[in-house]
């Protein structure tokens, strides 16, 4: 590419371990769950919790996890946001970086590529790729991000692109990579998000009144509403059963990876596969919005554990549709997004 360059993309994502042994996934356990956005408690309570009792009993635990789900090329979720950014350089015809919030690769190791290779950059685009604004996931990539880019004295100007729920490009993507999927019309579709701790809603609500307060807060217009992680789900599930055309009898939502004991989004996934075949739903198809990019997550906990749970209750057929990765139409809805999304 050519050095007179002035504009690069760095995709944003969680990160993953550096391999499957125990070690390397405590070491992200830790980097994790240390993070003060994702366990929001005292730093030494934060620090006992996670270290003398979460990651060590948690991390052999996930280890077996990452080993059902590693690939030749090593985690799906680095390897496939790798694929994307040699996709979207295709497409836009500018230089793409890509950055993992824990593990690697940095976001120092994206900031400092870019501008190795384009020593006249102006502006970095970031792009988290985190479709609903929440403090454990969107807020804390782009608060590293910024911490790492005054840390480094950088001589371009950085943009950051806001989540995209309600992106028309995106919910079209999403709807489109689907429509395979949602063949036999009997099929109930779930739509699994990650969930995360009512608090951090409470937290997150700018006018500290309207967030969880009513049955219908979420279809309550309100300036909440644009750091409320459990409104966006809302609003993309609407969109794209919209988009769809699925009647509103033909799904439903859940939240999915609890972790710990207080209140966290309901209802939960895992309830759900052992409800729904009890109410009827033999037949289901579930979908995981807030991921992009398959992962842990996603192939492990959701396309294994709880197929095996939805059968075990007694349903019948359990369709997974997997993230959207790097299908044409997602690579457009990127390019689309950091071509003209509105940053922050």
């Not at 994790?32 to 009792?53: A, C, N, Q, T």
């Not at 280890?63 to 590693?70: F, H, L, N, S």
């Not at 979207?88 to 290779?117: C, F, H, Q, T, W």
């Amino acid at each position: 590419m050519p050095e007179q360059i002035k504009r690069g993309i760095i995709l944003m994502n969680l990160g993953s371990p550096d391999s499957t042994g125990v070690k390397d996934v405590r070491n992200y356990l830790t980097e994790f769950l240390m993070d003060e956005r994702v366990i929001d408690s005292h730093y030494l309570v934060r620090s006992i919790l996670v270290k003398g009792i979460i990651t060590p009993f948690r991390s052999p635990k996930s280890a077996e996890a990452y080993q059902a789900i590693w690939t030749d090329e090593g985690s799906p979720l680095v390897s496939i946001t790798k694929q994307l950014r040699l996709a979207l350089e295709k497409e836009i015809n500018e230089p793409v970086e890509v950055s993992m919030r824990y593990g690697n690769p940095s976001m120092k190791s994206a900031y400092d590529a870019l501008l190795s290779k384009h020593p006249k950059l102006e502006e970095v685009v970031l792009l988290p790729l985190y479709p609903h604004y929440a403090m454990s996931s969107y807020e804390t990539a782009v608060a590293h991000a910024k911490t790492v880019y005054k840390k480094g004295n950088y001589p371009f100007r950085i943009r950051t692109i806001k989540p995209f729920y309600n992106d028309t490009h995106y919910i079209a993507a999403l709807a489109e990579s689907m429509k395979p999927y949602l063949q036999n019309t009997k099929s109930h579709l779930l739509f699994s998000y990650h969930s995360i701790p009512e608090r951090h809603i409470l937290k997150s609500d700018m006018t500290g009144s309207h967030c969880l307060q009513s049955p219908g807060c979420c279809e309550t217009p309100s300036a909440a509403h644009r750091y409320c992680y459990r409104h966006q789900c809302f609003m993309t599930t609407k969109l794209v059963t919209e988009y769809l055309g699925i009647p509103q009898d033909g799904y439903s939502v859940s939240f999915q990876s609890k972790l710990g004991r207080s209140e966290w989004l309901k209802p939960s996934t895992t309830m759900r596969m052992e409800q729904m075949p009890k109410e009827g739903i033999k037949d289901l198809v579930v979908v995981c919005p807030s991921f992009v990019s398959d992962c842990l997550e996603t192939l492990e906990e959701i396309a294994i554990r709880e197929k095996e749970n939805f059968l075990a209750a007694g349903g019948e057929s359990f369709t997974f549709v997997p993230c959207m990765n790097t299908q044409p139409g997602w690579v457009k809805a990127v390019a689309q997004l950091v071509g003209n999304g509105i940053g922050n």
